[in-house]
């Protein structure tokens, strides 16, 4: 379990605030920090990792103090056993990539750990080369590798996917979701992105000027209320999660910044899956998907 009661302040675009965090996450949980740039997000991941202390307050993590501003404690952040990864890579540009993973390594840990990820992340064929000759969702698969590498007890996502195109930032958030269950991690991610969020967390933390304005599944956080109106329109939208419902199915859609939840049928989920790209149109108040995916 985490336990976070800390106060920092900090300073905008629009001035001086005080962040203020309260927030328990529990073992294996993935939980997502999501609101406007500038709202502390970053600065929060950066004071679990011990890169920055808090002004005041405490973390608590299994019980173990990382931080408690009463009692003087600061644990220093190679103590931590935080696995980060950044948004920039930050790889070792003269490392090749199983040098970057096994530089990671605690002392006198078991070198197959390495092994063990390079055949998770499909690196063998890359472990040798250079990240300068890597691309951009290559260099993200060995910066999430490396992350794990040393074994963390918290991983730290901060907008890991932002730089990458739409196909390969979903084949990554697959290979996140994939490692985080495997190892059963507890994982923060810091996100802009309502599709990633929604199909990567358990909850979602929405940050407004330093505090948790409001806490919850994905679903119950970002799920509009309103309907599609009167009319025929279309949206383009991204396909959330299927689920079937009876003899017909629910389909999840991210569209714009607003999650939606509509009934179709058989033939028309046929050949979605979560991350395709569809059109979600209104016919006779029915809505009608049709999909855009290539």
């Not at 199983?98 to 390594?105: I, M, Q, S």
């Not at 929405?206 to 679903?219: D, K, Q």
Request: hydrophobic share 45%.
């Amino acid at each position: 379990m985490i336990e976070i009661d800390i106060r920092k302040k900090l300073q905008s675009a629009r001035g001086e605030f005080m962040l203020e965090i309260q927030l328990s996450i529990h073992p294996s949980e993935f939980v997502t920090l999501f609101g406007q740039s500038g709202a502390g997000k970053s600065t929060l991941l950066r004071c679990l990792s011990g890169l920055e202390a808090p002004d005041a307050g405490f973390i608590r993590v299994n019980g173990a103090s990382w931080y408690d501003s009463k009692n003087g404690i600061m644990l220093p952040a190679r103590l931590r056993r935080v696995g980060y990864m950044f948004q920039e890579y930050a790889l070792f540009p003269n490392m090749s990539v199983r040098g970057n993973l096994e530089f990671a390594l605690r002392k006198k840990a078991d070198r197959k750990r390495v092994d063990e990820l390079i055949e998770l992340m499909g690196l063998g064929e890359l472990q040798h080369r250079k990240p300068a000759t890597l691309s951009g969702g290559q260099k993200q698969r060995v910066a999430l590798a490396r992350a794990m590498a040393s074994e963390p007890g918290l991983l730290l996502l901060d907008e890991p996917f932002s730089a990458l195109d739409h196909d390969t930032s979903i084949r990554l958030q697959a290979e996140v979701l994939r490692l985080q269950q495997h190892f059963g991690i507890t994982s923060i991610m810091v996100s802009h992105d309502m599709g990633e969020v929604y199909r990567l967390s358990h909850r979602v933390a929405v940050l407004e000027e330093g505090r948790v304005a409001r806490l919850g599944a994905p679903a119950d956080v970002f799920r509009a209320s309103a309907g599609l109106g009167n009319g025929k329109l279309s949206f383009a939208g991204e396909v959330l999660q299927i689920e079937t419902a009876d003899v017909v199915y629910a389909v999840t859609l991210l569209v714009g910044n607003q999650v939606f939840r509509v009934i179709a049928s058989a033939e028309e989920v046929r050949h979605l899956k979560p991350g395709d790209r569809v059109m979600l149109m209104s016919k006779a108040f029915n809505p009608v998907l049709q999909s855009v995916t290539s």
